[in-house]
T-cell receptor, first 115, second 116 residues
Framework: AQTVTQSQPEMSVQEAETVTLSCTYD???????LFWYKQPPSRQMILVIR??????QNATENRFSVNFQKAAKSFSLKISDSQLGDAAMYFC????????????FGDGTTLTVKP | NAGVMQNPRHLVRRRGQEARLRCSPM?????VYWYRQLPEEGLKFMVY????????ESGMPKERFSAEFPKEGPSILRIQQVVRGDSAAYFC??????????????FGSGTQLSVL
C-alpha cells in the first residue's frame, strides 16, 4: 500500500522569507501524481501544485515550487516570499495514474507565518 | 459555476442516531469521492462513486456506512447508529467525466460531524 509521510507537524516562517515543507512517499508504481493541498481554517481544500511522476522538471506555480526526487521518493514544497495568507495546514498527497480521484494523504504540516 | 456543495456544514448527533451527509458535485461532474479527516490527520479515502454506481468502496467501514449517488440529486453518505469515533470532518470531491486520474479534484468545504 502507498504511504505518504510528512515528518514536520509544524513549521513557522517569517513573512517574506522562504520555507520548505517535506514529504516522502512509498510506492512500487512508476506512473503516479503528487500534490500539495492547502487547508486554511475555513477547511476548504485548495490545490496548490501538482507534479506528474514522468516529468523530470519540477512544477512551479508563482511563489510555490516543488523539489521532486523520484529515486528518493521525496516531494518537498518550497514557498518563497511567504505571506500571512499562506498560513494553513499543508497536505502532501499521492495518486496512482489509474486510481482516478483516490488519493493517499499525509498527516499534514501546520504552517505559521510570523509578521 | 458553483463549486462542490456540501451540507450541512456542521452536524451534531447523539450516539445511536443516523447521520446523512449531502454532496452536490460541480456542474458537469459525474465522479464523486468521499474522504474522512480525523483530528490531526490527513484525509482518508472512503468511497468513489459515479452516477448510480459504486466504483471503489475499499475505504468504507464494513458496517453502518453506506453511500449513494443517484441519477438525480446529490450524493449521500449515510452513517447509521453513529458512535463517538465517527466524529470527524467528511469531505466530498468531484471530477469531470473525462477524468483519467490526472485531473485535479475539486473539494467541498466538508461536513463536521460531532457525535455526543
Amino acid at each position: 500500500a502507498q504511504t505518504v509521510t510528512q515528518s514536520q507537524p509544524e513549521m513557522s516562517v517569517q513573512e517574506a522569507e522562504t520555507v520548505t515543507l517535506s514529504c516522502t512517499y512509498d510506492t512500487s508504481e512508476s506512473d503516479y501524481y503528487l500534490f500539495w493541498y492547502k487547508q486554511p481554517p475555513s477547511r476548504q481544500m485548495i490545490l496548490v501544485i501538482r507534479q506528474e511522476a514522468y516529468k523530470q522538471q519540477n512544477a512551479t506555480e508563482n511563489r510555490f515550487s516543488v523539489n521532486f526526487q523520484k529515486a528518493a521518493k521525496s516531494f518537498s514544497l518550497k514557498i518563497s516570499d511567504s505571506q500571512l495568507g499562506d498560513a494553513a495546514m499543508y497536505f502532501c498527497a499521492y495518486r496512482r495514474n489509474t486510481n482516478a480521484g483516490k488519493s493517499t494523504f499525509g498527516d499534514g504540516t501546520t504552517l505559521t507565518v510570523k509578521p | 459555476n458553483a463549486g462542490v456543495m456540501q451540507n450541512p456544514r456542521h452536524l451534531v448527533r447523539r450516539r445511536g442516531q443516523e447521520a446523512r451527509l449531502r454532496c452536490s458535485p460541480m456542474k458537469g461532474h459525474s465522479h464523486v469521492y468521499w474522504y474522512r479527516q480525523l483530528p490531526e490527520e490527513g484525509l482518508k479515502f472512503m468511497v468513489y462513486l459515479q452516477k448510480e454506481n459504486i466504483i471503489d468502496e475499499s475505504g468504507m467501514p464494513k458496517e453502518r456506512f453506506s453511500a449513494e449517488f443517484p441519477k438525480e440529486g446529490p450524493s449521500i453518505l449515510r452513517i447509521q447508529q453513529v458512535v463517538r469515533g465517527d466524529s470527524a470532518a467528511y469531505f466530498c470531491a468531484s471530477s469531470p467525466p473525462d477524468d483519467r486520474g490526472n485531473e485535479k479534484l475539486f473539494f467541498g468545504s466538508g461536513t463536521q460531524l460531532s457525535v455526543l
